[in-house]
């Protein structure tokens, strides 16, 4: 039997695994999550033994059932190749306590790539599957590391093209440059004059609109979306956190089934969405630690049970961390009401009209798992300087934030357990912040004597996503208002 996916707000909505992958967002604007989360299907020191590509199979067979498995060995093998500059694809580094899992060794440097290196290929083999015509338009918002991996991986795929739009005074020099140079004839890059949470809105509001669909539909374009709401995203994510676990175990540094803790640098709750599903698929995890930076929505929200988005949104050096709407908590919602589709598409509702929900007393009891913190801008780049005068290593400033965060989780709990930080960018994708946190004269030099003075200090050669933009041409210069965003689609489609 398939496992099938409801809706997040209507649990009446039920799709295929490839059918809520070409999708992404459900039609009455809830999220697809599976009926069940199923148990891994294998032992852990089976999966010890197992190559990155191996362990993915075993995750993904279990959430894309109506996959064959010869169709998710080709997606794996597609994916996971040498486009990652290590053959391991997410190498465990020990440094000053903690398991840092390197989730930035693939094409753009930042972990977006563990995912969308695969969903392109998950999709077009989705559409394969469901005899659909039209060319998927794949509609995205970044908040700068999401647009660039979705560029990279629908880059010159048939049959797609692929929309992103970012805020044009949100992301980083080197995050801009990335996706302006990006080549490709199906590839469009936007930038908004607003933030990361009306550029999410918009396209939100896109997909919701069914005048556009039809118009599109006549000309034979469909919309899908490469956000973290897509659940072919969030499933390869789960893959690593059972590979850094049966890493860890077939290393001898785990016992079999002992727990481990999991630390998180969080936005839009992708990432911890995922480290949560391996724990209930039977991972050996104990806390979840969501790490915030300033717009530490997620810590407030843990820690009264109140989700309140009605504040000041702080640009920040972690800026795939800046968002104050985290639309992946929705699945985690759903879930602790008891998956009940109406009371979260009541809180969905209150907001999206205030802002603002609170839940119950007996939802909050299901968040045990979870322990939130944040650091600010400060802490952050000190934990940068400490842990590079301490061992060498250097972080980047969203990985800082997850680090910063064990030490006030550490200091407070005195858990010893074992523990696994996301480190979900290289450093040289936010070189000025990271070299500043080292040394402020650093701020003196430029973008790319700052790359080479890293590599000179880390004693790690400069990643091939920041060789190939020093002299890459800019091929995209759109910038329009926030309620232009459906006639800037219009427009690049010719419609
Ligand atoms: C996207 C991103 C995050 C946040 O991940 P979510 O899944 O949105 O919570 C953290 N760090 C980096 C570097 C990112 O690109």
């Not at 496992?3 to 695994?17: E, H, N, P």
């Not at 969030?234 to 803790?261: D, F, H, T």
Request: hydrophobic share 40%; proline share 3%; aromatic share 10%.
């Amino acid at each position: 039997m398939d496992l099938m996916y409801s809706s997040t707000r209507d649990a009446g909505i039920k799709v295929t695994a490839s059918q809520a992958i070409l999708k992404g967002l459900s039609e009455d604007g809830g999220l697809f999550v599976p009926d069940h989360i199923p148990e891994l299907g294998v032992s852990l020191k089976e999966l010890s033994q197992m190559t990155y590509q191996e362990t993915a199979y075993e995750i993904m067979k279990l959430f894309f059932t109506d996959f064959t498995q010869q169709e998710l060995k080709d997606c794996i093998r597609a994916a996971y190749d040498s486009k990652f500059d290590t053959e391991e694809i997410a190498p465990l580094v020990h440094a000053d306590g903690a398991y840092y899992l390197e989730l930035f060794h693939g094409a753009t440097i930042a972990f977006k790539d563990m995912a969308l290196s695969i969903l392109p290929h998950l999709m077009t083999t989705a559409a394969k599957k469901n005899h659909v015509k039209n060319d998927i338009v794949i509609l995205t918002a970044t908040s700068g590391d999401t647009g660039k991996a979705a560029l990279a991986g629908f880059a010159d795929v048939k049959g797609t093209k692929i929309i992103v739009f970012y805020p044009k005074n949100g992301v980083s020099p080197i995050q801009e440059k990335q996706m302006v140079t990006q080549t490709g004839d199906n590839t469009h890059v936007v930038g908004i004059k607003g933030n990361f949470d009306q550029a999410q809105t918009g396209v939100k509001q896109m997909f919701a609109d069914k005048a556009l669909e039809q118009e599109l539909a006549e000309k034979g374009f469909q919309f899908s979306s490469a956000n973290s709401i897509n659940i072919g995203r969030l499933v390869p994510q789960i893959v690593y956190y059972v590979y850094a676990y049966a890493k860890m175990l077939a290393r001898g540094e785990l016992q079999e089934n002992e727990q481990i803790n999991i630390v998180v640098p969080t936005g839009n709750f992708g990432n911890i969405l995922a480290a949560y599903y391996a724990k209930k698929m039977g991972l050996p995890v104990a806390k979840l630690i969501c790490a915030s930076n300033e717009n530490k929505v997620l810590y407030d929200f843990f820690k009264t049970g109140t989700y309140d988005k009605n504040r000041e949104f702080v640009l920040t050096s972690s800026p795939s961390m800046d968002i104050l709407i985290s639309s992946n908590l929705e699945r985690l919602i759903y879930r602790i009401a008891g998956n009940d589709a109406v009371q979260n598409a009541e809180f969905m509702k209150k907001l999206a009209e205030d802002g603002v929900y609170e839940i119950s007393d007996a939802m909050r009891a299901e968040l045990a798992d979870f322990y939130g913190n944040y650091t600010d801008e400060q802490e952050s780049a000190q934990m940068m300087k400490e842990l590079y005068d301490k061992t060498g290593y250097v972080l980047d400033t969203h990985t800082a934030v997850a680090a910063g965060v064990y030490k006030k989780y550490m200091a407070e709990t005195g858990d010893r357990t074992k523990t696994v930080i996301a480190s979900t960018a290289s450093p040289f994708k936010f070189t000025r912040s990271v070299m500043k946190a080292i040394d402020p004269a650093y701020n003196a030099k430029s973008d790319f004597e700052l790359a080479d003075e890293l590599s000179r200090i880390a004693d790690v050669k400069v990643p091939k996503a920041i060789e190939d933009i020093r002299s890459a041409r800019i091929l995209h210069n759109t910038v329009c208002e926030v309620e232009e965003m459906p006639a800037v689609v219009k427009n690049f489609l010719g419609i």
